[in-house]
């Protein structure tokens, strides 16, 4: 949440919040890694903390959380999200509800890391691993939408 209020302040032009909230941030991201706590929800994080340091002309600090993210999303093994697929009749279908949603969000998380990478490396040297560019057979996420549903924009 601490990156979410940096990035909040960011925008609304809150410079006198943002110095103590990007040091609550980076604060929380070294506890959460070194606890090994949801680390799906750290992915999002360094995204977006990567992301405000972009913003901020501070390019190596930027690709350093960002190459945390990939690196962490990789061994997640994030980038090979499969939906469920369940062979039992819909009423049954019914109770596996959050497996469902947790695939969506994991999935999610790797298109914005995916997508963020693609974003930045576009301006800088910071890309995915050679092995990881679209198309590529190694990834095999879809994107997190149920099928016959339009993607949001």
Request: hydrophobic share 45%; proline share 5%; aromatic share 12%.
């Amino acid at each position: 949440m601490s990156v979410i209020y940096l990035l909040g302040s960011f925008f609304a032009g809150l410079k006198s919040l943002e110095r103590q909230l990007l040091e609550q941030t980076l604060h929380d991201v070294a506890r959460i890694l070194h606890n090994q706590e949801q680390l799906v929800d750290m992915v999002q994080a360094l995204c977006l903390l990567a992301e405000y340091f972009y913003f901020n002309n501070r390019d190596i600090e930027g690709s350093r959380h960002l190459n945390a993210a990939k690196r962490l999303a990789l061994e997640l093994r994030l980038h090979q999200v499969t939906p469920p697929t369940f062979l039992y009749d819909v009423e049954f279908q019914s109770d596996f509800g959050p497996w469902d949603s947790e695939w969506q969000e994991q999935a999610a998380v790797f298109w914005q890391m995916f997508m963020v990478d693609s974003l930045w490396s576009a301006t800088n040297d910071c890309s995915l691993q050679a092995d990881l560019e679209f198309p590529c057979p190694n990834i095999t996420t879809p994107f997190p939408i149920e099928d016959g549903l339009d993607p949001v924009c």
